[in-house]
Structure formats: C-alpha cells, structure tokens
C-alpha cells in the first residue's frame, strides 16, 4: 500500500542553522505531497504542497522539491527560528479514478529551535 | 472566514462507554473526513463523508461511525469504547472538486479513555 516515511526526530537546531527533514514515499500512481505542520495544541496546517514531478512547494521560507526519481519530497529551510518550532508531517494522496485517496502521513518530526 | 472547527476539545470517558464528535466544516466545503492520531504518531484516516454518504474508509472497526448533515457538518461516533481509543480526533474538510486532495484541519478533540 501507499506510504510515507520521514526521519525520526526529535530535531534540535539553534536559531538561523539550516533545516532539512528527509521524506521519502511508496505509492501506486501519481502522488501528490504535501507538508503539515503541527503547533503545540494545535490541529494540523498544510504547509506547503506540489502535486507532480519536479514541482517546488515553497510557503514561510520553506521548501520541498518533488522527486520522483528517488521518490522523495524533503523540507528544507535555510534560517530556522524559535517560532518553527513544531511536529512536521510529510503525506501524500493519490489520484484514482474513483477519486483521491485519503491521506496518508508519516510518523511526524518534532523540531526544536533554540535560541 | 471561520476554518474548521470541533467541539467539544477535551473530553474523558470510562471503557466501554460510547462517545460523540462534532465538526463543523471550513465555510464552502462539502467533504470531511476524519482522522486518529495516537501520542506520538501520525494521523490514521477513519472515514470521509459526501453528500451525507461515507465514501471511503480505512482500517477502523464497526465501532466507529458517522454522520453528515444536510449542511455538511459532521459527527464521529466511537462504541463500547477501549482504553487504545484515547487519541487526538482531527475533523478535515475540503472544498468541492479538491475531496481528498488538499485539506483544511480542524484543531482536534482530545479524547481520554480511563
């Protein structure tokens, strides 16, 4: 079945280092990814998406390039603040015919940004 | 423009009881699926509604079900709840056209199973 796996945190960095968190994925079909943040007591936010091969999903400094050659899609931000501090879920949905699939999510990366 | 939202935020049941969930879709959207999240983990799809019909579902059992409205909103329901059922319950909508594909959260229910 379909699947995503991202790196295992918990992530620490101090303010302004570079961020990549690694995703990679399995699907039957055509995928389109996608990026979730979640704050503390919070519900998830889409981060940022691209829906086809080699498109760049790009919001808040952030950015993911699709893969499709090695079937990744990894977040990266060149200057982390204290603020991004949050669990980061990578997911993917498929296009069927019966329609799109649900999503489906990683297990979640947790970030800590110290000052 | 009100997003998604869920009621109640928290709650505390006792096993085997039986509980309700109540989302409200984000303003134009016509589709809601729902998701568990476990402590720790990603959320797991339950179901998603559309014209008030379940659509699709994952690997949840008989004891979870659901409902949509006439005006979209929703409820999950969860019986003869067990202690593995405590998790965060995410209610996601997504406007017509889009179902599946890019969708908007709700900031969860909080449920404790004692």
């Known amino acids: 079945g379909d699947s995503v796996t991202q790196m295992e945190g918990p992530v620490t960095l101090s303010e302004e280092a570079f961020l990549t968190i690694n995703c990679t994925y399995t699907?039957?079909?055509?995928?389109?990814l996608f990026w979730y943040v979640q704050y503390p007591g919070e519900g998830l936010q889409l981060l940022l998406k691209?829906?086809?091969?080699?498109d760049k999903g790009s919001n808040k400094g952030f950015e993911a390039t699709y893969r499709k050659e090695t079937t990744s899609f990894h977040l990266e931000k060149g200057s982390v603040q204290v603020s991004d501090s949050a669990v980061y879920f990578c997911?993917?949905?498929?296009?069927?015919?019966?329609?799109?699939?649900?999503?489906?999510f990683g297990k979640g990366t947790r970030l800590s940004v110290i000052a | 423009d009100a997003g998604v939202t869920q009621s109640p935020t928290h709650l505390i049941k006792t096993r085997g009881q039986q509980v309700t969930l109540r989302c409200s879709p984000k303003?134009?959207?016509?589709?809601v699926s729902w998701y568990q999240q476990a402590l720790g983990q990603g959320p797991q799809f339950i179901f998603q509604?559309?014209?008030?019909?379940?659509?699709q579902r994952g690997n949840f059992p008989d004891r979870f079900s659901g409902h949509q409205f006439p005006n979209y909103s929703s409820e999950l329901n969860v019986n003869a709840l067990w202690l593995g059922d405590s998790a965060l319950y995410l209610c996601?909508?997504?406007?017509?056209?889009?179902?599946?594909?890019?969708?908007?959260f709700g900031p969860g229910t909080r449920l404790t199973v004692t």
């Open positions: 996601a909508s997504s406007p017509p056209g889009l179902a599946g594909y890019e969708q908007y």
């Open positions: 303003s134009g959207h016509d589709t």
């Open positions: 691209a829906t086809k091969a080699d």
């Open positions: 699907a039957t079909g055509y995928p389109s």
């Open positions: 509604y559309y014209e008030e019909e379940e659509r």
């Open positions: 997911a993917l949905s498929v296009s069927r015919n019966s329609g799109n699939t649900p999503l489906v």
